[in-house]
Structure formats: structure tokens, C-alpha cells
């Protein structure tokens, strides 16, 4: 499959039944782990990337890193692949073109793309207005490579608690279909968990909506019920393996067993095997 078919494919998958359920990569073996369980697509994580390279989140991983990363993602894999760009690696819109340009380059057909960005040391709430510039600027580029790429565009109003808190709700209507108008595929409420809150967002916003799920979510066939349109989980998985590592590295200290290891726990062999096809770059 080609990368502009893969574009197409990924597009298509926000559009149609079932919901799409976008597992996060922070690596090439995470990456064939979800595609060998059936994923349809694979999103990366930028906080799980950072997280295995040494860095805290919050785009402080360089984007040559993040993208070498999403290079390594997308090449183990043959289901499109969608790249967390966090704020886009610069605040301008060249910036972003620059990013997407990168991204397309590694292999990915899609983006995730923040609306708010650290400045010395303080969470700074991007204006609507640039935020859709830079949006534009992404799309421009993607038509100019070719790729008709899917833009999840994200707002953090929720997740950083923007504004007061009873509007909040209005402002990431008003941001997201704004988004949408200026080139987004998808909007990405992050932060959002409240069934009653996910339903009035999937009716508000002028388009699919992507929910950060796990663990205090709406269960998945719930969230279809509700209109949404993709499911994604962010860090999620690289957190519950770390979890599982800590686990069994207590037991060791301790007990000196080996309990804490799971008994769906890759062999050796089903390892190996993941990439004896080698890479699919």
C-alpha cells in the first residue's frame, strides 16, 4: 500500500462503522505488538516517545528525535501511522509546515496538533485565530507533498483548565469547529471523560470527535453510542508497561519470585517473530 492510500485509508476510518480504536506507539515492537492485535491504525505518542528517549513531556524532545522516532514507527508497520507532533515543534506556521513536512517524510499520513505550548516554564493558550493559521499551514503543506493528511486538531481548554470554568465548554465548541473550518479532520476535546459531556461535544462540534480514553472513561461500545468517532489513548500503554516492569522488579527485590510476570507475557520466539518479515519502510 502506498503512503497516499494509507492517507486514504486512515480518512476513511474516521467516517464509517466501527468506531476506530487508535492504540499509541512509543516504538517499532509497541507498533507491531497493536498491528499483530488487529489495530486498524496506529497513532505514536509524544509523551511516550519522550518518555523512552530520556525526556520529560511537554515538547522538550527535539523534532529530529521525534521524528527519527516516527520514521522507526511507521517503517515496522504496513497500517497508517499518525503522528503526535505535540504544539507542532514551533509556534509559527512555518514551523508547522516544516514538522508536517518531516512527518510525511518519515512515512506518517496523519497529525495531532495541539492548540496551547510551554513558554518559560508557563502553559501558554495559543489564539484561535493562529491556531487555525497553523492549521492552514500544515493542510498547504500536505497538499503540496501530495498526502491528503488527517488532522486531528487538538484543544486544551479542558486538559489545562483554560478560562472559567463555565466556559469552557462554549470556547472548545467554538475552537474546535473553528479547526475544522480551517483544514482539521478530527477534533480532539483532550481531557474530556463525562459521558454527558462527550455527548453534548459530539453534537456540537461540526464533525468526528476523538476522546482520550482509558481507565474513568466511558467504556468503548459506550463511546460509540455517543456519536464518537475515535478513541485514542495518549501515553496509556507505555504507562501500564511501565507499571508492569515496576511489579515485577518489586517482587525480585522482595520475594525473589517471579510471579509479577505475566502469563500472556511474550516468548522468546513470538518476539523474534515480530519483525522477522523485517522492515516495511
Known amino acids: 500500500m502506498t503512503q497516499t492510500e494509507k492517507a486514504a485509508l486512515f480518512r476513511k476510518l474516521h467516517s464509517s462503522p466501527p468506531i476506530l480504536v487508535l492504540p499509541n506507539a512509543w516504538d517499532a515492537a509497541s507498533a507491531r505488538i497493536m498491528e499483530d492485535a488487529g489495530a486498524p491504525a496506529i497513532a505514536t505518542t509524544s509523551a511516550g516517545i519522550a518518555l523512552s528517549l530520556g525526556y520529560p513531556d511537554g515538547q ?7 521524528l527519527a522516532a516516527v520514521r522507526r514507527i511507521a517503517a515496522a508497520v504496513e497500517v497508517p501511522v499518525t503522528a503526535d507532533i505535540e504544539a507542532g515543534y514551533g509556534e509559527s506556521p512555518e514551523a508547522v509546515a516544516e514538522t508536517v513536512c518531516g512527518v510525511l517524510e518519515a512515512g506518517a499520513v496523519g497529525i495531532n496538533l495541539e492548540d496551547s505550548w510551554e513558554r518559560e516554564g508557563k502553559r501558554t493558550w495559543a489564539d484561535a485565530g493562529l491556531q ?25 481548554v479542558f486538559l489545562h483548565a483554560f478560562g472559567e470554568e463555565s466556559a469552557r465548554f462554549d470556547e472548545a465548541v467554538r475552537r474546535l ?34 476522546i482520550l480514553a482509558g481507565p474513568g472513561a466511558p467504556a468503548i461500545p459506550e ?3 455517543l456519536g464518537v468517532a475515535r478513541v485514542s489513548f495518549g501515553a496509556g500503554f507505555l ?42 519502510g
Open 60 to 66: 522538550r524532545i527535539s523534532r529530529q528525535e521525534m
Open 132 to 156: 487555525q493559521d497553523r492549521i492552514r499551514a500544515a493542510c498547504e503543506a500536505a497538499r503540496a507533498a501530495g498526502i491528503p493528511l488527517v488532522v486531528n486538531a487538538r484543544t486544551d
Open 177 to 210: 469547529n473553528a479547526y475544522l473550518g480551517a483544514g482539521g479532520d478530527c477534533a480532539f476535546p483532550v481531557g474530556v471523560r463525562d459521558r454527558a459531556v462527550v455527548g453534548a461535544l459530539v453534537r456540537a462540534v461540526e464533525g468526528p470527535v476523538n
Open 223 to 225: 463511546l460509540a453510542e
Open 239 to 280: 504507562r501500564a508497561a511501565l507499571g508492569v516492569a515496576r511489579r515485577i522488579l518489586t517482587e525480585l527485590r522482595g520475594a525473589g519470585t517471579y510471579a509479577g510476570f505475566p502469563e500472556d507475557a511474550l516468548t522468546p520466539a513470538e518476539a523474534g517473530r515480530l519483525f522477522a518479515r523485517g522492515s516495511r
